[in-house]
C-alpha cells in the first residue's frame, strides 16, 4: 500500500458495479478509522452487504464485479453553484437533519443542474432554501 494509504485519514467512498451497472455503495464523509486503509476496507464490506437498495453479493458474482475507491478531500461551504463542476467536485447538501452527497465524474451527470437535483431527492430535500452547500475533490482509484 502507498504509506500515505496507513497514515492519512479521510472519508472514502466504495462503489461496486456489476456489468457496468451500480451494484452497491457505500461510503463516509468524514475518516471513522485510524486510516485511510481501514476506511476503505470498512466501507467495501458495507458496500457489499449493508446497501439497503440491494441484497448482498453472493461469490457467484465475483467474477462480474468491479470496484472503484473515492479518497475524499475535505469538504468546503461554497456561497452558490457557480464554482462547481459535475467533473471536478463532488457536492453535499445539507437543510436541517438531511444530508446528501453525490461524488464527481458520474456516468449520466452531465450538467450542475443535474447534479443538484440528483442531490436533493437523495436528501429528502425539496428546495433549496436554507441549504447548506459543500463541494469536494476526490482521487479515485479504479
Not at 78 to 91: A, E, M, T, W
Request: glycine share 8%; proline share 5%; charged share 25%.
Amino acid at each position: 500500500l502507498p504509506e500515505e494509504m496507513l497514515l492519512q485519514r479521510a472519508g472514502v467512498f466504495v462503489s461496486i458495479k456489476k456489468k457496468g451497472e451500480l451494484r452497491g455503495c457505500i461510503g463516509t464523509i468524514a475518516p471513522t478509522t485510524e486510516h485511510i486503509a481501514a476506511e476503505i476496507v470498512q466501507n467495501a464490506i458495507y458496500a457489499c452487504s449493508k446497501d439497503n437498495r440491494f441484497l448482498p453479493v453472493n461469490a457467484d458474482e465475483m467474477p462480474l464485479l468491479s470496484y472503484s475507491v473515492d479518497v475524499l478531500a475535505p469538504p468546503e461551504k461554497i456561497k452558490g453553484f457557480g464554482s462547481l463542476d459535475v467533473n471536478r467536485y463532488g457536492i453535499i447538501l445539507s437543510k436541517g437533519t438531511r444530508r446528501g452527497l453525490l461524488l464527481p465524474m458520474l456516468d449520466g451527470v452531465d450538467t450542475v443542474e443535474e447534479q443538484i437535483a440528483i442531490t436533493m431527492r437523495k436528501a429528502g430535500i425539496d428546495t433549496l432554501e436554507g441549504c447548506t452547500i459543500e463541494r469536494f475533490e476526490v482521487v479515485r482509484h479504479l
